[in-house]
């Protein structure tokens, strides 16, 4: 049974940056299968994806973060990294941790979401 | 990009009467290979993550009462409650799969009594 598990700081300085793990469960990131990446929701609005990775490197950004995302897998530790530079009070959200299948089909996996807030 | 835009942003439906949810794309999410449209709905409680209610346009989710239903086709699309109960007070977000990895949403539509 698949499990993505998000986990990291529930708050961060502004400027500095925001590092969050996914530990994932029940398949491993190095299947080809699928995309591993992040949705965000900041709250009272819609989720926003923001980047995505599959095993062989490939990584897709959504615009409005490129520059300061970076997303990544840990195939040792079977977890998806996302680190988010320069982080201000916008960046406040419930940051989730997907799987999406890479075929033209319906497979999408959410995690349960942590929430990180940007404050001094 | 794909745009979603949802419409209203907000619905007061009494109990027991029909709630029609709409959601239009910048773009057609129809794949012309196989004829499905790659669109999504979901429901959100507070506190919760968006639960899976119609994907395909119009397929429901495995669970999903029957009194949820989706329709269209393109860029235009609507969710309909057909007999709204109270449990169903939610925010309700379509969301595009024809561009993945890249995913969009549209703004919601928060649904009350």
């Known amino acids: 049974q698949l499990q993505l598990q998000e986990s990291g700081p529930g708050l961060v300085k502004p400027s500095e940056t925001l590092s969050l793990t996914c530990t994932v469960s029940?398949?491993?990131?190095?299947?080809?299968?699928?995309?591993w990446g992040w949705i965000r929701q900041p709250p009272g609005k819609g989720p926003e994806w923001s980047g995505s990775?599959?095993?062989?490197?490939?990584?897709y950004y959504n615009p409005s973060l490129k520059g300061r995302l970076t997303v990544s897998l840990d195939t040792s530790k079977n977890q998806i990294s996302l680190t988010l530079r320069s982080v201000t009070a916008a960046d406040t959200a419930v940051y989730f941790c997907?799987?999406?299948?890479?075929?033209?089909?319906?497979?999408?996996?959410w995690g349960q979401g942590t929430l990180v807030t940007v404050s001094s | 990009e794909i745009e979603l835009t949802q419409s209203p942003d907000s619905l007061a439906v009494s109990l027991g009467e029909r709630a029609t949810l709409n959601c239009k794309s910048s773009?057609?999410?129809?794949?012309?290979?196989?004829?499905?449209?790659?669109l999504a709905w979901y429901q959100q409680k507070p506190g919760q993550p968006p639960k899976l209610l119609i994907y395909?346009?119009?397929t429901r989710e495995s669970g999903v009462p029957d009194r949820f239903s989706g329709s269209g086709s393109g860029t235009d699309f609507t969710l309909t409650i057909s007999s709204l109960q109270a449990e169903d007070v939610a925010v309700y977000y379509c969301?595009?799969?024809?561009?993945?990895?890249?995913?969009?949403f549209g703004g919601g539509t928060k649904v009350e009594i």
């Open positions: 395909w346009a119009s």
């Open positions: 029940g398949d491993s990131v190095t299947n080809t299968d699928f995309y």
């Open positions: 969301q595009q799969y024809y561009s993945i990895p890249t995913l969009s």
């Open positions: 990775v599959y095993s062989s490197g490939g990584t």
């Open positions: 773009r057609s999410v129809l794949y012309s290979s196989n004829n499905r449209n790659y």
């Open positions: 997907v799987r999406q299948s890479r075929a033209r089909t319906f497979d999408i996996f």
